[in-house]
């Protein structure tokens, strides 16, 4: 056991056990906003990646890792990593050296923005980066490009959720509490999260609850391994979380079931909400829902006369074309009942992305600065040109959201850049997006594999794994964590931070970019962000280590950060006071018909990740679960003459695939549901509605309307 061969452990610290030329390096995994803690075995002499360990210390996952935890080492030594560049040369990428690669980008870079003006330039990033890349991302855009057109594939998961909770209590952080307070819960809330699934690590913090006595209620139209164990299911039609959260609140109201103190100190808005919602009565609401008034009614009461409470929601929540006003009509939960500010009382959204949170905080969401500072703010705007060294005038206005940047390809951006993310997987209307990027008159795409987006670009430059770079990301709970990388570079691929600031360099703006190492850039990133909302200033490499994260805002280095926010009751408004938004129920975007008559939602599998990309690369979880399927209600199969394995065809009015059918009776018979993990012809994103929520830019993933028929062949090949 090498030098710790002599010394007694504990289960806790037997992470730390070292053996002869071996050593471990302390990360997080690469996936989910839990960012669990884990041990990375490398080879001491070649750097090889062996496997992995959980660790003990790290206290969101406390020794656990889920099945994508367990595999996801595996992508370091994966034969189908990018070791070269790539240049297409009569419609082939072939192999190429950095220096013609790079030449060719900057030649066109700027032939494109000569002709056609610094907009025509986009770029498209990604939440799976460090907090240094997402940065250094904006500020590449915005100063080394000079283009306004910059966003990230975390306005199709997070941004609903960021409005929200700007618009309710003026400050997005994914949880305004630790994840340790969900155990001291009484009641928890937990809509449009198949929690078990897709943070599967969350699942002790809820039986922690759960053995303390706490009630569980689940919002979510399939009876998912989540709701199974629910005290009570409210199993909503798709697109309805306003209506189903006005109901629970009428009740409350009509029973006083509210904290008026709390209300008249802290709150303005309740008034207009008390209004709204007494039309959604238990039976009128059960109208719009689908589920039973007597189930609304005791939801309501649960969670109305508990002492402390959480409402949690994630994607089935906040991926409707009225996304924004269901978070906020699930925070009025929170509020209305004073469930805030204190141990066991908040609320939180799960974040899908590694660094779901990091990465919409610090500029490469095309309206924000760093620091979660408005783009249209000229204090912001001339603070951030100050840390820059630039002019204000230099940094461009906002730019289009992520679909919008999409559907702009080819007319109004000519150029794009794009990084860690698969959009021809994940975006809507999958077919369109493959003909946005085919229009563009140059792609350059940074991955490590080469991926369904990638495959088109003229340029593909080979990135590292998570496991070859230092950085920090920030997890679901607002809590900012070391990451810590192997020293190698395998083949010819480079650090996606080294690529950019050599972009920078060639473009004539290398002395905006010198950075020697993800350090430098994270200490302008803490002054970037100082005073505002999203405060790292206080935050340092050092202090991560010592504190195993840090939760922000941090603004001193004296301060240890903030795990549990407003527990003064200020929110983030100039009178301090969180706002009760009232919002009428409206459905979703698209209407079943009699063409089209079932709702189709869509979601994540617990072996797999976003687009597939990296998780369908590795075996042991491609042999779990190797191909989509479509759940059907054992009633809609029986009228369709569809049996459990058949093939059947799904079509809506962008698209059709053809997917084995999974019957079963956790879903209800008006809908269907297909995981979203594949791309080509097994990509249910070829059907899914593009119509976007028009504060969040968001598009409504979670319902469409669908119609389903038996296909007389058998089989599906995995692409």
Not at 237 to 264: K, Q, W, Y
Request: glycine share 10%; charged share 25%.
């Amino acid at each position: 056991m090498g030098h710790a061969q002599n010394r007694e452990y504990s289960q806790r610290d037997f992470n730390a056990i070292q053996r002869d030329g071996e050593d471990l390096i302390s990360t997080h995994c690469c996936f989910c906003g839990m960012q669990c803690g884990m041990n990375i075995r490398v080879k001491t002499e070649t750097k090889e990646v062996l496997g992995v360990e959980p660790r003990y210390d790290f206290p969101m996952n406390g020794g656990r890792l889920c099945p994508k935890g367990v595999a996801a080492y595996r992508q370091a030594e994966h034969g189908e990593r990018l070791l070269y560049p790539l240049i297409r040369k009569n419609g082939e990428l072939v192999k190429s050296s950095w220096d013609e690669a790079m030449e060719l980008i900057v030649s066109k870079i700027q032939e494109i923005q000569a002709k056609h003006g610094k907009d025509a330039i986009g770029i498209y990033s990604g939440s799976s980066m460090t907090n240094e890349k997402c940065y250094l991302m904006g500020k590449f855009a915005r100063i080394g490009l000079g283009t306004k057109n910059i966003d990230y594939n975390g306005r199709y998961c997070m941004s609903s959720a960021s409005f929200g909770f700007n618009q309710s209590v003026g400050i997005d952080r994914g949880s305004t509490n630790p994840w340790s307070d969900i155990k001291s819960a009484d009641v928890l809330l937990l809509a449009g999260s198949n929690t078990a699934e897709c943070h599967p690590l969350s699942m002790p913090y809820i039986w922690g609850a759960r053995d303390n006595g706490a009630k569980l209620i689940v919002v979510d139209p399939r009876q998912t391994k989540t709701a199974l164990v629910a005290d009570i299911h409210l199993d909503i039609r798709p697109g309805t979380d306003v209506a189903i959260a006005n109901g629970l609140l009428h009740v409350m109201i009509e029973e006083d079931l509210v904290d008026h103190d709390f209300i008249t100190n802290h709150t303005t808005g309740y008034e207009e909400l008390k209004e709204l919602v007494k039309k959604y009565t238990p039976t009128v609401v059960a109208e719009i829902t689908g589920v039973a008034p007597e189930k609304i009614v005791s939801a309501a009461r649960i969670f109305g006369q508990a002492k402390n409470g959480m409402a949690m929601f994630a994607r089935g929540v906040e991926q409707h074309a009225t996304g924004t006003d269901a978070v906020s009509t699930y925070v009025n939960l929170c509020l209305v009942t004073g469930k805030i500010g204190r141990k066991g009382s908040g609320f939180a959204t799960f974040t899908g992305q590694g660094n779901g949170q990091g990465g919409r905080e610090h500029g490469q969401k095309t309206d924000q600065l760093p620091g979660f500072r408005k783009i249209t703010d000229p204090k912001a705007r001339e603070y951030i040109a100050s840390v820059w060294g630039v002019d204000e005038s230099e940094i461009p206005g906002p730019g289009l959201s992520a679909f919008e940047l999409l559907q702009a390809l080819g007319t109004e951006i000519k150029f794009l850049l794009l990084a860690c993310s698969n959009p021809v997987v994940s975006s809507p209307s999958v077919a369109d997006v493959n003909e946005y990027l085919k229009s563009l008159d140059f792609f350059v795409a940074i991955d490590m594999f080469l991926s369904e987006s990638a495959e088109l670009a003229d340029v593909v430059l080979p990135s590292t794994v998570w496991v070859e770079d230092d950085g920090t990301t920030t997890n679901v709970e607002g809590r900012v964590l070391r990451l810590k990388g192997i020293d190698r570079t395998p083949g010819e691929s480079r650090r996606d931070w080294e690529i950019i600031c050599e972009l920078a360099e060639r473009l004539g703006k290398g002395k905006y970019f010198k950075y020697d190492k993800p350090e430098d850039i994270f200490n302008e990133l803490r002054v970037a962000s100082k005073g505002g909302i999203a405060d790292y200033y206080g935050i340092t490499y050092e202090k991560l280590d010592k504190m195993q994260g840090v939760f922000w805002p941090c603004p001193t280095e004296e301060s240890e950060g903030m795990p549990r926010l407003f527990e003064d009751f200020k929110f983030n408004f100039p009178d301090g006071k969180a706002r009760i938004l009232a919002f009428e129920h409206k459905g979703p975007n698209e209407k079943i018909s009699a063409e089209y008559p079932i709702f189709l939602s869509t979601g994540r599998v617990v072996y797999h990740y976003l687009s597939g990309n990296q998780t369908r690369r590795i075996e042991s979880l491609l042999n779990f679960c190797p191909d989509p399927y479509i759940e059907i209600h054992p009633n809609l199969a029986k009228k369709l003459n569809i049996g459990n394995g058949e093939l059947v065809k799904v079509s809506s009015v962008r698209g059709s695939m053809e997917v084995v059918a999974k019957i079963t009776k956790i879903i209800r018979e008006d809908m269907v549901f297909v995981p979203y993990h594949w791309g080509k012809s097994l990509a249910i994103n070829h059907l899914t509605n593009p119509a976007l929520e028009p504060k969040s830019k968001i598009p409504e993933f979670k319902v469409c309307a669908v119609k389903i028929e038996k296909v007389e062949n058998v089989g599906v090949k995995h692409e």
